[in-house]
């Protein structure tokens, strides 16, 4: 369902985990996985130091998309345990906001992309290794 399609941010309870490239492409990979299973429908997305941010929509499968989020969280927090972190990896509540116009997603998609520019930490948003568009986005 492709009717809504929501901007949300999910912060780390840890400062910077995903300093760590190995547990950062974890979390790659499980966002991944979950997109391709059909829980939510991913546009695009970038893993910072302590935070991601999506473009997303509910998934073909029918899940609600906090259910989807859950899945994820807890997924990613499990395997942050073999990197040596204990407990919980993300803060229990995360950002949304609804989507409402096409030009919103693509600047909204920009804004995250460019999110490593910002912050300095790369000079051009394609050298970030944590970050893509999977899916076009509807018009």
Not at 12 to 24: H, K, Q, S, W, Y
Not at 80 to 93: A, C, P
Not at 115 to 138: Q, T
Request: aromatic share 16%.
């Amino acid at each position: 369902d492709e009717s809504y399609i929501i901007f949300g941010t999910i912060c780390d309870l840890r400062g910077e985990p995903f300093n760590t490239p190995g547990l950062a492409q974890e979390v790659i990979q499980s966002l991944l996985w979950s997109e391709g299973k059909g829980r939510f429908k991913l546009y695009c997305y970038c893993l910072m130091p302590d935070h991601i941010h999506l473009l997303f929509s509910p998934g073909p499968i029918g899940w609600k998309l906090s259910r989807g989020i859950r899945a994820f969280k807890r997924f990613t927090a499990r395997k942050s345990w073999g990197y040596g972190f204990h407990g919980g990896l993300w803060q229990r509540s995360w950002y949304d906001h609804v989507a409402r116009k096409s030009e919103d997603l693509i600047a909204t998609c920009e804004y995250i992309l460019n999110n490593p520019v910002r912050w300095e930490l790369v000079e051009r948003a394609e050298d970030w290794p944590y970050s893509w568009v999977i899916d076009v986005l509807p018009v």
